[in-house]
C-alpha cells in the first residue's frame, strides 16, 4: 500500500508513518466486499485498495495472501512510477475476472511455509483477510516489508548509528565532567584520580539507545 | 587457429618461468613489497608460487578464520612478520558480544612451535589469554622485535609486565584500545623502563594501564631512540622531564589538564616545554584554557589528534590557523564548517582527515556551531587537493558537496562519510547523483563507506556504486536502497569489492545471497538489520565450497532482537568453525 500511495501523491506521501495504515487498510478492504458483495470491483478499488489488499497482506508476519501468483511482482514494478499504468490495468482485469468466478487461486507464505490453493472462494479469503488484519497490526516485519517497497519507515528508528567504543568513553568522561561537581585534585597524584573518574568498560545499558528519533522524519 | 596462439602463449610462459635461476628470482621478488603485486606473482605457476612462498616476509590474514596456522606454516615457513584479524570491525562499535571468537591460543601456539623466524606480530580484534602471551614469550622472547596487541583483550598487566621483563630486543608495543585487567597494577612499565634500551615505539593510548610519570621519564631516559609514545592518561606538568629528556621523540600522545571550572589556580602552559624533533601531537582532554600549549610548535606539526578535547569550535579555528604544515588532522565534529573552511585555507598538505561524531545526543553539550554540512564539505574538496583518507560525520548533506569531492580530490584512496541522524531534514536527497560523481572522479579509490538516511540513496544510485567503482576493495553500506533491486544492482558492478559491509539495508536474505554470489571478489559479507526470513533459510542460496556461513543471534534480553541478527560470511580454506559461542550458528553444510 506504501508504494500505491506513492503513485498517487508522489513524494509527500511518502513521509507518512507507515504503522498502522495497513490494519486501517485492510479494514477498509473488508467494509469494501461487504457493501459491494464481491462483486463487480471499481477500478477505484484496483488503484486504493487492492494492492493493499493482495500485496500487503503479504507482508504482514511474513503471511503473503496473494489473489494471484502475479501479485508477487507487484513489488518491484511499484518501485517505477512510469510502470504504474501498466500496473493497475492488470489489476483491474484480474479483479473483474475474480469475482465472476468467486473462486482464485491463493498462494499463502506464512512461517516460512508455502501453502498454494488453486481455487479458493471468495468468502473464505475475506476470513483470511480478516485474520491477516487482526495479526498484523504494529507488527514491525509488516514495516519492514514497507521499507522494501520504497518507503522509510519509523521501524528504522530501531537501528540508530552506533559511536565507535572509544569516542563513547570519551563522550561519557566529558559529560561526567561538565555536569558533575566532583573535585579533582590537582596534585602529583592527579594520575590516580582521573583514573578513578573512568566508567567503568562495561556499560550495563546499550549504548546506542541514547540516539534521538529524528531519523524517522527523513 | 586460436587454440594455437594460445598454446604458444603458455608455452612462452613457461619457457619464462623456468628460464630465471631460483636465486635471482628470490632476489627479484624481495623488492616486491605489496601484497597485490606477491598475490600476483605466486599465480603465475606453481614454481613461482613456491619461490614467493619462500620469500615473502609478510603476510596479513585478514580474517583468521579463513584459514589454520598449519596451512599458513606450510605456505609461508619463511615469516618474519604476521597480522592477524579476527572480529568483524562492528566489534569496535559494540555491536559484537564478547564470546564471538577470535581467540589467538591456536596461531600463538603454532608460530610459537614453527615460525622460526618470526619477529614481528600484529594481532586485531583479538582474543588472546595471559597463557597465549607466556606461550608467545616462552618461544620467541629472544627475537621478538614487535608486539602489538590492537584492540585485544584478554590478558592482564602482568604479562605486559613479563613480555617488558623478557623481550629485551623489543623495538614496538603496541596496546592501544586493548582492554587490559589489573590495570591499576604499573608494574609492567617499571620492568620495560629497567629492561629495555631499545625501544621506539610505546603506544598504550586509549587503554586504562597506569604508568607512572616517575616511570615513563625513566624508560624515555633509557631509550633513546624513542619516537612514538602514545599514553594513557597522566597529568601533564608531571611529564616535564620526560620531554626534556626525550630528545628523539616524534609522536606524542594522551596525557590530561586540570578539569575545567576547578578552584585551582590555572597553570599556565604557555611555556610549555616539547622537543623540537615532536611533530605528531594529540593530547587528552585539553581544553580552551590549556590550548595555548600548542602555540609554538604548531607551525611544525604534522600530525594533530583532537578528538579526545575539550575545545569549542573557536578553539579549532585558532589551532588550525596556526598548523600550515598539517598531513593528518582528527576532530570531531565540534570543529564545525567554519573550522573547516579554516582548514582548507591553511592546511594545504593535509593527506588525512578524521571528523568523528561527537555528541549528537539530545542535550549534548557540544558547541552550537559544531555541526558540519555541505559548506565545510565543499570548503575542504577544494582547499586540500592531497588528501587521500578522508572520513566525516556530516549533520547536512548536497549533491554539490559529493561532486566536489569528485571534482578536487582526486587523490582520495578512502572516503567514508556518515550522515548523522540529528537533523530532522536534509537540504538534498537522494544523493544518487553526487555518489555517481564522486565515484566517477575518485579513480584511485579503494575504500569507500556511505552511511546516511533512508531515501538518502535510491536503487538507482545503488546501480552507480556498482558501476563506478571499479577498485573499490572494501565498502561499508547504511540505510540505502529502496528493494532488493537496489543490492542488485549494485552486484552487476564492483568487480574489485572482497569486503562488503551493509547495516539497516533491509534487502530480502535471498537478494543478498543472490548479491554474495555475483559480485566476482567478494570474500567477507557483514550484514546487520535486513529482512530475515522466518528460518534464515533463504541464506541457504550462497552455499558454496569454502564459503562460511555464520548467523549471529542476538542477546535474548536485547531489545528490537530482529534488527539486531547478523549475518557473517566469508570464504575460508579452515573449514567450519569449531568453537562458535551460542549466539553464532553456522549456516553452511560442511565442506
Redesign the interface.
Known sequence: MAADEQHQQPASAAKAAATGRFAVTCGLLRQYMREQGGRCLAPAVAMGLMPAGGTDAAAAADLQAAAAPEAETTAVLELFPQQAGTLKDEQQIRKRKEPAAERAPLTIFYGGKMVVFDDFPAEKADEIMQLVAGSGTGNTTAAQQNNALGQPTAGLTDMPLARKVSLRRFLEKRKNRLTAADPYPASTAASESTTSTKPAVKQEAAPWLGVNSALSLS | MGGEIEGGERRLGRVLSFGIPDTALGLVMGYVEDPWDRDAISLVCRHWCRIDALSRKHVTVAMSYSTTPERLFRRFPCLESLKLKAKPR?A????ISDDWGGSASPWIRQLSATFHFLKKLHLRRMIVSDDDIAVLVRAKAHMLVSLKLDRCSGFSTPSIALVARSCRKLETLFLE?S?IAE??NDEWIRELATHNTVLEMLNFY?T?L?A??EYLTLLVRNCQRLKTLKIS???MP?LVSLFRSAQALQEFAGG?F???D?P?AIRNYENYYFPPSLHRLGLL?MGTNEMQILFPYAAALKKLDL??T?LSTEDHCQIVQRCPNLETLEV?DVIGDRGLQVVAQTCKKLQRLRV???????GG?EDEQGRISHVGMMAVAQGCPELTYWAIHVSDITNAALEAVGTFSRNLNDFRL?L???????TE?PLDNGVRALLRGCTKLRRFAF?V????LS?VGLGYVGEFSKSVRYMLL??VG????GILQLSRGCPSLQKLEL??C???EHALAMAALQLKSLRYLWV??Y?A???G?DLMAMVRPFWNIEFIAPEED???P??KKQILAYYSLAGRRTDCPPSVTPLYPAF
Open positions: 562492528a569496535m562499535f559494540n555491536l584500545e582492554a590495570e591499576e586509549l586504562d597506569r607512572s610519570p592518561e597522566c597529568f608531571d590530561a586540570e578539569e575545567q576547578q585551582v582532554y578528538q579526545f575539550f570531531r568523528e561524531r561527537g555528541d549528537d545526543d539530545q553539550l556518515v548523522l541522524d540529528r537533523e530532522a531534514n536534509i536527497l552511511y538516511r533512508p531515501g538518502a536503487d547504511g540505510n529502496e528493494s532488493d533491486n547495516r539497516g533491509f534487502f530480502s546487520q538489520g529482512r526470513s522466518a528460518t533459510s536485547e531489545p528490537c530482529e534488527l
